[in-house]
């Protein structure tokens, strides 16, 4: 099970001495910032002369050796709250409701069809919805806007405790 790091404060840049690491860090070099990293062992001084620790690439999961010279500038994530991402689904399920509106016609004034009057229409809006799932979670919302981007439909998210999911989404979808 792979561990995901939460950035809740800005990325902060500074000058790190190698050495200074510690287990759970999360950095990345200047040089590579989208390459970022979560110290899971102390350092250990390298025979170059640099500090090198193993640690967790956060978008591929590998873990491996990172090495560090003296000079290396690192990017300093300060409070990464790592969390398990399965409880992080359960603790946030909600209810995904699709929605789209269709054109449908209203009568303004009836017609006389016996003197050849046609009735008077006029085009409306009717929302239309349907529920996806009453308890999804973040993967279930993707699949949900792949089959409404390919079938015209939006994808609306409520909390679990909202009454009407339907009716919210068709004034929602009306906005």
Do not use: C
């Amino acid at each position: 099970m792979t561990w995901k790091a939460v950035f809740e404060n800005p990325v902060k840049i500074k000058t790190i001495e190698p050495s200074g690491l510690r287990v759970g860090d999360v950095v990345s070099t200047v040089d590579f910032p989208d390459q970022v990293a979560v110290v899971l062992r102390r350092g250990e001084r390298d025979p170059s002369g640099g500090f090198r620790y193993w640690a967790r690439d956060r978008a591929t999961g590998k873990e491996g050796w990172i090495f560090l010279s003296k000079k290396t500038r690192l990017i300093y994530h300060p409070k990464a709250v790592f969390e398990n991402p399965v409880a992080r689904q359960r603790a946030q399920k909600v209810q995904i409701v699709l929605a789209r509106t269709e054109e449908d016609y209203e009568v303004v004034r009836p017609g006389q069809s016996d003197i050849g009057i046609p009735a008077k229409t006029r085009v409306v809006l009717v929302p239309k919805a349907l529920m996806w799932l009453r308890k999804g979670t973040s993967a279930d919302v993707a699949k949900a806007e792949a089959h409404a981007k390919s079938e015209g439909w939006r994808v609306f998210t409520y909390p679990t405790s909202e009454k009407d999911p339907l009716g919210r989404a068709k004034k929602d979808v009306l906005r």
